[in-house]
Structures are given as structure tokens and as C-alpha cells.
């Protein structure tokens, strides 16, 4: 179970912290991020972060937007910097995990809440 918090309202140029935390079974995570959805578009990449640490970013948030993690809390964490008014969008976390708590090892993809990111001139 995966809760995201943080969205909100920004003017252009503004800050905003997205987290979101896992919960739940025992389970490893390979890997964490953020994909965010306009009204009748696609759902589209934004960042993504390994257990490792490693990261990867989609063109349009390059430079702007930090992704981190907190292992320990199976937390990760979007810092979204210099926003602009294409960033406004309903903003989803995701997490890929192994299932070892049953009789195999199951890998599982689970979704957070939607939270809405708005950015205004």
C-alpha cells in the first residue's frame, strides 16, 4: 500500500515536495517513482528510484526535479523546483516489489493515490 502526500498549489517558479511512503506486508522493493497523468492523456514517466539509489528522469523535469529515497521507511521523495505551468497534473507513485511470503517469489507493481500538483502563473 503506497500513500502519497504533498501535491498542492505553486505559482511558476514555486517548490513543491511530493512523498510517499510504503506500507503493508513484507516485501522488497526494486524500485520506486513518480508517473503523472493529465485528464485524457496517458500516464507518462517522471522519475524513478532504484533501492541502489540510481535515478532516471523524463526530459521535461531534468534539473528541476529531485527524486530520493528513504530505505529504511520505504519512502521516496519528488522535490519539484522551478515548476512551470505544464507541470499541473494529477502526480501517482508507484513501487515494484518481490513477494517472498509465499511459496514463490511473485514480482507485483502497486500504485499510490493520485495527488494533484498545480501550478499557476
Known amino acids: 500500500q503506497l500513500q502519497a502526500s504533498g501535491g498542492g498549489l505553486a505559482q511558476t517558479g514555486g517548490s513543491l515536495r511530493l512523498s510517499c511512503a510504503a506500507s503493508?506486508?513484507?516485501?522488497?522493493?526494486?524500485?520506486m517513482g513518480w508517473y503523472r497523468q493529465a485528464q485524457g492523456n496517458e500516464r507518462e514517466l517522471v522519475a524513478t528510484?532504484?533501492?541502489?539509489?540510481?535515478?532516471n528522469y523524463a526530459d521535461p523535469v531534468k534539473g528541476r526535479f529531485t527524486i530520493s529515497g528513504d530505505n529504511a521507511r520505504n519512502t521516496v521523495f519528488l522535490q519539484m523546483n522551478s515548476l512551470k505551468l505544464e507541470d499541473t497534473d494529477v502526480y501517482y507513485c508507484?513501487?515494484?516489489?518481490?513477494?517472498?511470503?509465499?511459496?514463490?517469489?511473485?514480482?507485483?507493481?502497486?500504485w499510490g493515490q493520485g495527488t494533484l500538483v498545480t501550478v499557476s502563473s
Open positions: 503493508g506486508r513484507a516485501v522488497r522493493i526494486s524500485d
Open positions: 528510484i532504484t533501492s541502489g539509489g540510481s535515478t
Open positions: 508507484y513501487a515494484n516489489y518481490w513477494d517472498y511470503t509465499g511459496p514463490t517469489v511473485v514480482a507485483g507493481k502497486t
